[in-house]
């Protein structure tokens, strides 16, 4: 996959894994670097091409980042279970107390 391109999209970048995303963000300084270089000594061709690897590697910034604050899921890792709620001894109390006065209930 080409970087620039519109494959390489969010949705596209959600399919990767960390280390896949440190990759793609390798080539894709390398890239910004050679059309910096070719920049600077009159030979680059595509002037909008340096435009697109910068928005590339924010995205592939953004994706990192977000996995960080959990507001991303990373693909290998599977949905967490539902937690089990915690139950205080005041629920406790209280629902020993509401059996209780169901069973007297019954009885009478």
Do not use: C, W
């Not at 399919?15 to 920049?39: G, T, V, W």
């Not at 990192?64 to 959990?70: F, I, Q, S, T, V």
Request: glycine share 4%; hydrophobic share 35%.
């Amino acid at each position: 996959m080409a970087i620039g391109t519109k494959e390489l999209a969010i949705t596209e970048l959600d399919s990767f894994e960390d280390e896949r995303l440190a990759e793609e963000l390798k080539k894709a300084k390398a890239e910004l670097f050679n059309l910096r270089f070719q920049s600077a000594t009159g030979q680059l061709e595509s002037h909008g091409r340096v435009r697109q690897v910068k928005r590339d590697i924010a995205r592939i910034y953004t994706v990192l980042r977000e996995r960080e604050l959990g507001l991303r899921v990373t693909p290998a890792a599977a949905p967490a279970p539902a937690k089990a709620k915690k139950s205080s001894k005041k629920t406790e109390q209280a629902d020993a107390a509401g059996d209780s006065a169901s069973t007297e209930t019954k009885e009478a």
